[in-house]
Structures are given as C-alpha cells and as structure tokens.
C-alpha cells in the first residue's frame, strides 16, 4: 500500500506509531464499537494460534499452559491493583454476576437495588432470578427528573438492603457511574456492592484497590481486546468468609495433595480467595490472546489508556454538536469513552425509528465506520486504537452525511 494511500499514516509520537503497528489489521477501516467488542491486536491473534497450532499437532504442555494462567492473572491484577488471589477466571461477566449473587445466599426479605434503566439485561435477569428462587426482594431504584443514578440508589438503602448491582459505564448512554461515592455509601451499610465492568474494563483506568468496589466481574472482548469466552472476576477478601459458591470443581479448593486430580481424601478447604469460584479448565486459548493485550495495555498505561480514549470520544463529541446534532447530555464527571448521538433513549437495537439517525447510521456502515445502535441513540465507543486521524475521518464522514441529508 502505498504511503498516500495508508489511512493509519506514519506520523505523530512514536506511541501513535507504536499503536498502528499493534493494529495492522484495521488498516482501512475506521472502529468506533468497542463497547460490543474491542479489536484484536496481532500479538493475541499469533498468541491464540500457538495454542491451536499446539493441539493441532500434539504438542499441548498442560504445565506451560497452566503457568500462562498464572502469568495472566497476574498481569491483569497488576492492571486492576488487586492481589491475584482475589481474582477468577469466569466465562464472561454475566458468570461472574450470577456467581457472586449464588454464593450471598440470599433469603425471604433480603433486598437486591438495581437501576434497570441503565442496566444491560444481564445485570438485570440475577436479580430477578435471586428474587423468585431466594425469596429476595428486588427494588428499583428510579433518579427523579435531576436526580443522580447515585442518589436514588443511596436512598433506597436500609437494614435489609444485601446487595446494589450497578454497570460501571451505561452501555447505551455512556454514562459513567461515580463508584466511590455509591461504594462509601453501601460499605458504611454493610451493603455488598457488586459491579458489571463489561462497558469499563481495560479502557478506564481502574485501581480497585482504593476504590470501595466489594465486587467486579467482566468478559475480556471489549476493553481488555480479547476473545469470547473469558471474564474475570474480583472479590474482596474481606466477604470471602461469607460467600458460599453454588459449585465446586477441583480448582476451587485447596487439597493436601497440590496436583491437579488429587481427590479430597488427605482433606480439602475452599480456596481462600477468589479462585473458589473457578470451575475446571481455563480456556487457554482466549488466556493466551489476553496475555498479549495486557502486556499492551501495560505498555502504554491505564491513565494514558483512558486519557486517549476519553479523549478522542470529547473529540467526536465536540465534532458531532459542532454540525448541529444533538448528543446524549451527561452530567460532569460523568462521561466516559462512549458517546450516544441522538435526542433520547429509545427501543431499537441494532436500528432505531428515529429517521435521521437511522440514515446516518447507515451512511457510516457504508463507509466501513463500524459502530452500534442501542436503545434507539447511535453509539460510537473508542479504545487506544482510535488515533486522531480516525477522529478526523469519521467526523468527516458525518459532515458529509449532515451535508448531502440534512439540506
């Protein structure tokens, strides 16, 4: 390709030129939907056919790969400030969710608050779920005109209040949820404060160390620019004595006998920390795929990470209102590395009834601009990838959509 025609030029700082390369594959294409899946860098895709190619051919070390699992628990720890320990392999964030919620063992009037306004349905069916089979009491928490999501969750909390299940960035609005405030408010109740990081992970900078999160589950294919099929899942130590799994596997437990099909003859003990929650083999290729992405993310940092993420969605932001489209208003301190276009929220998935918005939504997937449409309002989402040339070609792309249809 020749240079006047590559769309990922080689100029700007040596990290821009350092991210192109990492991403050779989106060469010619211009990837706004991170928020449904993240690219996959060529390192995870030469990662992941390694570990094909090992069973292809026979040559599977069972140890290695094991000692790969331990290498990304680790590294993602690192990304997280947690102790590995306090970290499992899940198969996606909704896992993670319906785990933590099994072990509360949750009884009749024990209540669950949700905001299912903002919630993706896989942090709202738990829930229901807890509440038909448990007993539990399921209340929903609804802000009044001007009012935070944070607030009336808060005022909803009393004495038999267990759980908050809250997303950490709203998937169709972009909305970013002030953890510390709503985690301070459930830590001083007693409440456990469980969180569905799919929209945030690996693009926001996220130190769960400080932050008064007692749980946070995720699946890797978004921010973390990994594979189907893999989450994480971390939980604070200090609830671990009262979290009871609904299964165990043999990775859960700590056995006298350390190898992997020692029985529980010698005697056996749950695994002190989150690792309880893992059941039977990893899958190896979508870890070997992750380890590469964070050796990545690592590279670059999880503030320099989320400031250019964050960064380029201000950028289409202030590029889409500048032509006179509306975007979805968010309070200060709110906003993340998604931006919804759009007056309000509606019912389309995937397409929306509102006609102007619709027909730039397809203008855009004409020309390649992948991105999604959810709850009626176009979404475009950013990551690491989204360098300030692909900025400028979308955004030349909706002028000239706002030009040829909006006469």
């Not at 749980?215 to 990994?226: F, H």
């Not at 201000?314 to 590029?319: K, P």
């Not at 690491?384 to 249809?405: A, D, I, M, N």
Request: aromatic share 6%; with cysteine; proline share 5%.
């Amino acid at each position: 390709m020749a240079p006047a025609d590559n769309p990922f030029p080689a100029t700007g700082t040596p990290l821009d030129a350092a991210i192109r390369a990492a991403f050779p594959d989106l060469a010619g294409m211009t990837y706004l939907d991170v928020s449904a899946r993240g690219p996959l860098s060529a390192a995870s895709r030469r990662a992941a056919e390694a570990i094909l190619l090992a069973q292809a051919t026979g040559t599977v070390s069972k140890p290695a790969w094991f000692a790969m699992a331990d290498r990304v628990k680790a590294k993602a720890a690192a990304l997280l400030s947690v102790d590995p320990g306090d970290l499992a392999f899940t198969k996606n964030a909704s896992e993670g969710l319906n785990a933590v919620g099994a072990a509360l063992r949750l009884q009749q009037g024990d209540r669950i608050v949700i905001s299912p306004d903002i919630e993706h349905p896989n942090n709202v069916f738990p829930w229901l779920w807890q509440a038909e089979t448990a007993g539990a009491e399921l209340v929903s928490a609804k802000p009044a005109q001007g009012e935070g999501i944070e607030d009336a969750i808060i005022a909803t909390l009393d004495g038999r209040t267990r759980l908050v299940a809250i997303t950490t960035v709203d998937f169709a609005t972009g909305r970013r949820t002030d953890l510390r405030r709503l985690g301070e408010a459930c830590r001083a109740r007693d409440v456990f404060l469980l969180v569905d990081a799919a929209q945030s992970s690996g693009v926001l900078a996220e130190d769960l160390s400080s932050l008064p999160v007692d749980g946070w589950a995720t699946a890797v294919q978004k921010g973390l620019l990994g594979l189907y099929g893999l989450g994480l899942l971390y939980v604070r130590r200090a609830w671990m004595d009262r979290l009871r799994p609904a299964y165990l596997a043999r990775f859960s437990v700590e056995l006298e006998a350390g190898h992997e099909a020692a029985g529980p003859e010698a005697g056996w003990r749950l695994h002190p920390g989150a690792t309880r929650f893992e059941l039977g083999n990893h899958n190896f290729v979508a870890l070997a795929a992750l380890e590469a992405s964070l050796d990545l993310l690592a590279s670059i940092g999880r503030e320099e990470v989320e400031r250019r993420a964050t960064g380029a969605t201000a950028a289409l932001r202030a590029g889409i209102e500048a032509l006179g489209l509306p975007t979805l208003a968010l309070p200060p301190g709110h906003h993340s590395h998604v931006v919804a276009v759009g007056e309000a929220l509606g019912a389309g998935h995937d397409s929306t009834e509102v006609a102007w918005l619709q027909s730039l939504s397809t203008y855009l997937r004409e020309r390649q601009v992948a991105h999604s449409v959810r709850r009626g309002v176009l979404r475009l989402s950013t990551h690491v990838h989204v360098l300030p040339e692909v900025v400028e070609r979308t955004l030349g792309h909706v002028e000239q959509w706002h030009r040829s249809c909006m006469r």
